[in-house]
Nanobody
Framework: QVHLAESGGGLVQLGGSLGLSCAASGSILGINAMGWYRQAPGKEREWVASITTRGKTATYADSVKGRFTISLNNALNTMYLQMNSLEPEDTAVYYC??????????WGQGTQVTVSS
């Protein structure tokens, strides 16, 4: 199985920055893409960003374009999400995922991000 260890969550002020990490270990060969979802209490889980492991093509939700940057270090098997210009609406539990084709996904445990106004 695959283990995804998340870190980097915390409390930041409006307009601040925060970086999240997601380190993959275990049976990691063949990962096609990694990314992030987030979920606030009472709201549906929202896709945030993804990146392919081969070409490192990044894709973002409209709500975070221009503010968040996703990256991947294949040698370290670690994915990063740099979050800038944070807004209260960014407050959520952030979950990283790793995906294999077809239809196989593993999830991290989640890390809390809180943006104060």
């Amino acid at each position: 199985q695959v283990h995804l260890a998340e870190s980097g969550g915390g409390l930041v002020q409006l307009g601040g920055s925060l970086g999240l990490s997601c380190a993959a270990s275990g049976s990691i060969l063949g990962i096609n893409a990694m990314g992030w979802y987030r979920q606030a209490p009472g709201k549906e889980r929202e896709w945030v960003a993804s990146i392919t492991t081969r070409g490192k093509t990044a894709t973002y939700a409209d709500s975070v374009k221009g503010r968040f940057t996703i990256s991947l270090n294949n040698a370290l098997n670690t994915m990063y999400l740099q979050m800038n210009s944070l807004e209260p609406e960014d407050t959520a539990v952030y979950y990283c995922y790793a995906a294999w084709l077809p239809s196989r996904i593993y999830w991290g445990q989640g890390t809390q991000v809180t943006v104060s106004s």
